[in-house]
């Protein structure tokens, strides 16, 4: 039998929690706080205080799996082991070509926070999102060992900022800005409940990390739930700062956060809150970069993708040829966007179903391989249920998948995948052996 290549393990526990917080506490810090408050007033905080507590439950789900099925597939091998290559493989698909487009959103966010703030044109936004992905793809070449440190550094800045934020508005927040505390009614709750959920996926991108794990059960279940836990925190006070001194009304919802150091610091904090939007959404390219790579790279080992995808560098041994890939889609999707033939709030829409589905695969996957855990099937049926209720609130962004799945159907018809051929007599053992223990 072939043998397949391998990546290294070179992940330890604090990088594996850097590498979740960036993946989780992305973009939406910025700017959904600020929605969700517009959106709903004070009662927003209802919100986020049910997400904080559901938070833990969507990061255990992936963990557990991850510590037990270690692979540069993530959620593609769970959903494989669980309904087999065919459907691992479309999951797959999903979560590769929502990175492409999800990955410029974050570095354009984080672009025009910085820019936002420093009073510079689109054209300085477009160049350092190039600058964002580009460092993103660069410290991916260079192997998780060096993007898990980066990760640390960079986590630990955000999160320094972020404290010192909420610290500032802390002084500013007046019993005042709570009332009336439900101007819209209780179905606006509900409403900023469905975008609150935006801010709290990202646990499944770091499974297609797991096969880099030093030891994937310390790394894949301690480390998500000390990174879920301080991502929830983060995001709550986060969002009682913003309701407290109404800087959603001040500063506007989208740059709640530029206001709130603003006032202490005048234009340097501006510029300080500015610079931090770069750093968190390029916490957020690092680990979706890898992420994608990893499954791309797991893909065309598996014989689900083009080989040239599967392709390693000699000298960090990591998937080159995948990243080469996003270096392209990455260009492709900033010229798009450059050239005004899609706008960022088409460009954010596109990969919502896209993420939903990968994560409602993982969750169905967790309940049918987690048998012998009753917590991971309590917690797989959680997230299941939170994921496909959401799901309906993409609206036409369903298209993007149907498009996949029509594409992928077609190049199945035209040509049998692996997992039609008949098994040799080893692999059908082995598969026996592999049911048996699971």
């Known amino acids: 039998m072939k043998e397949h290549p391998s990546l290294e393990r070179t992940i330890g526990m604090p990088q594996a929690i850097a590498l979740y917080i960036g993946a989780v506490l992305g973009s939406g810090v910025l700017i959904v706080p600020g929605l969700a408050a517009e959106m709903s007033g004070p009662a927003s905080l209802l919100a986020w205080g049910a997400m904080t507590l559901l938070i833990l439950p969507l990061a255990l789900s992936m963990g557990l799996l991850s510590a037990r099925y270690p692979n540069a597939g993530g959620v593609s091998h769970f959903v494989t082991l669980a309904f087999g290559p065919r459907t691992g493989a479309l999951v797959g698909w999903f979560f590769l070509l929502s990175v492409p487009i999800g990955a410029p959103v974050a570095a354009l966010t984080g672009a025009g926070y910085l820019t936002a703030a420093m009073g510079w044109n689109d054209g300085v936004r477009i160049l350092l999102a190039g600058l964002m992905l580009a460092a993103g793809l660069l410290t991916n070449w260079r192997g998780m060992k060096l993007a898990g440190k980066v990760q640390i550094a960079v986590v630990l800045a955000i999160i320094a900022v972020l404290i010192f934020t909420i610290a500032a508005a802390m002084p500013r927040i007046e019993s005042d800005h709570f009332t009336p505390f439900m101007p819209s009614g209780w179905i606006s709750v509900g409403q900023s409940a469905a975008i609150l959920f935006w801010c709290f996926i990202g646990w499944e991108a770091v499974s297609h990390l797991s096969e880099e794990f030093k030891d994937p059960q310390r790394a894949a279940v301690k480390g998500v739930t000390i990174a879920a836990i301080i991502v929830g925190v983060l995001y709550f006070l986060s969002a009682l700062a ?88 990455f260009v492709a999707v900033l010229f798009l966007y450059g050239s005004r033939w899609l706008s960022l709030t088409t460009l954010i829409q596109i990969p919502n179903a896209t993420y939903i589905l990968t994560y409602i695969g993982g969750c169905a996957a967790g309940i049918r391989l987690l048998k012998g855990s009753r917590l991971g099937i309590v917690i797989s049926w959680v997230s299941l249920a939170a994921t496909v209720a959401v799901f309906p609130f993409t609206g036409w962004a369903i298209l993007y998948p149907l498009v996949i799945v029509t594409v992928f159907g077609f190049v199945v018809w035209r040509k049998r995948t692996p997992a039609d051929s008949p098994a040799p007599a080893e692999e059908t053992a082995d598969q026996g052996s592999t049911k048996q223990a699971l």
């Not at 957020?284 to 990893?294: E, K, M, N, Q």
């Not at 000298?315 to 080469?324: E, M, Q, S, V």
Request: glycine content about 14%.
């Open 242 to 329: 913003t309701v407290g001194t109404q800087s959603y009304l001040h500063g506007g919802a989208d740059a709640s956060l530029i206001w709130i150091v603003k006032q202490p610091l005048g234009n340097i904090g501006a510029a300080i809150a500015g610079v931090t939007g770069m750093f968190i959404c390029t916490a957020t390219i690092i680990a979706y970069s890898g992420a994608a790579s990893r499954v791309a790279f797991a893909l065309a080992r598996e014989g689900n993708a083009p080989e040239w995808m599967g392709s390693l560098s000699k000298r960090y041994h990591t998937p080159t040829g995948a990243l080469g890939f996003m270096f392209v889609c």
